[in-house]
């Protein structure tokens, strides 16, 4: 039972480069989150999906898109890297907007 | 909006009893988490409390006050693998809830 996982694990990207952060639930979850999280900042939402093809903008939107195609996966992607965009990403899933959310393992981000 | 405070860090002893407390202003309110999140791991869920009360789950209790805007977790037997961080997140009413987390109350158990 998998549950939430994460790809990739770590990742060193220069300023202006772009790439794509994988999440995948094994738990029929309807509702699936991107949040990052920095010292001191706590867990911010950037973006989410009430279920499959929906998403939408969270605390922290600027930078980054979303896409939700199938029920299992939320992509997100960094078009055009920077500094500011190093941090640690979690995805997480839950069954509803009221239930505990289910997190992967992270994405560890630096940006050069 | 949705503010949040818990402290930044607290120690205590192996064996002991500890307890974390947040308080929140919200423009609405349904329910408060808890999650726990070792370093370097996931947060992991502990409680949820939508009604006032203490709500207890072996070593780990959760206390919620609406009117107070007021929840505390109580870990009791302290053991070394408690030390983490605990993260309070709160859930407004309607709808899908965007759940707003705390900054986090980093915990050092030591012997």
């Known amino acids: 039972n998998a549950g939430v996982t994460q790809t990739p694990k770590f990742r060193v990207l220069k300023t202006g480069q772009s790439m794509t952060l994988l999440c995948a639930q094994d738990m029929n979850h309807e509702y699936m989150y991107w949040y990052r999280q920095d010292p001191g900042m706590g867990l911010r939402l950037i973006h989410y999906?009430?279920?499959?093809?929906?998403?939408a903008k969270g605390e922290v939107p600027d930078g980054y898109n979303v896409s939700r195609l199938k029920k299992q996966n939320f992509l997100l992607g960094l078009e055009s890297a920077a500094p500011s965009q190093t941090s640690v990403y979690f995805c997480?899933?839950?069954?509803?907007?009221?239930?505990?959310?289910?997190f992967g393992d992270g994405t560890r981000l630096s940006i050069l | 909006g949705q503010n949040i405070d818990q402290p930044t860090e607290m120690t205590a002893t192996e064996g002991a009893i500890v307890q974390i407390n947040c308080t929140y202003q919200?423009?609405?309110?349904?329910?408060l988490f808890w999650y726990q999140q070792h370093a370097g791991e996931a947060p992991t869920f502990l409680s949820y409390n939508v009604l006032d009360g203490l709500e207890e789950k072996g070593r780990f209790s959760s206390f919620l006050s609406r009117s107070k805007g007021y929840s505390y977790l109580l870990l009791k037997e302290l053991q070394m693998k408690d030390s983490a961080s605990y993260l309070c997140a709160v859930s407004p009413p309607g709808g899908y809830q965007k759940v707003t987390f705390g900054i986090g109350t980093k915990l050092q158990v030591i012997p």
């Open positions: 999906s009430v279920g499959e093809g929906t998403t």
């Open positions: 997480a899933s839950s069954r509803g907007g009221n239930q505990p959310q289910h």
């Open positions: 919200t423009s609405g309110f349904n329910g």
